[in-house]
């Protein structure tokens, strides 16, 4: 099976800057997609941003110019590197991915455990 593994998370103040990380590991071919979503108290998860195979990004309005997602194909590992925090910005941020097996399965998609963002005085 996969993993996903997140790490980064934590208590900032406004306007500071936080750098996620997830790392993929088992039985991976290909990751075709990585994706971090988001989840407040009370709200529905959302997507933050994405990032394809063939490294196409797509980012919620709320996050554009400030956030940027990025893989590291040799360490099947996706950062998000997120600037300017706002209190807004607080939620539990979750890694997803789309992967392939080594057996030649069909592509699954995985969850992380998901880590939390404070932005506060």
């Known amino acids: 099976q996969v993993q996903l593994v997140e790490s980064g998370g934590g208590l900032v103040q406004p306007g500071e800057s936080l750098r996620l990380s997830c790392a993929a590991s088992?039985?991976?071919?290909?990751?075709?997609?990585m994706a971090w979503y988001r989840q407040a108290p009370g709200k529905q998860r959302e997507l933050v941003a994405s990032i394809t195979l063939t490294d196409t990004t797509n980012y919620a309005d709320s996050v554009k110019g400030r956030f940027t997602i990025s893989r590291d194909n040799a360490k099947n590992t996706v950062h998000l590197q997120s600037n300017s925090l706002k209190p807004e910005d607080t939620a539990v941020y979750y890694c997803?991915?789309?992967?392939?097996?080594?057996?030649?399965?069909?592509?699954?998609?995985?969850w992380g455990q998901g880590t939390q963002v404070t932005v506060s005085e």
């Open positions: 088992g039985s991976i071919r290909v990751i075709y997609l």
């Open positions: 997803n991915a789309d992967i392939s097996p080594l057996d030649w399965g069909p592509r699954r998609n995985y």
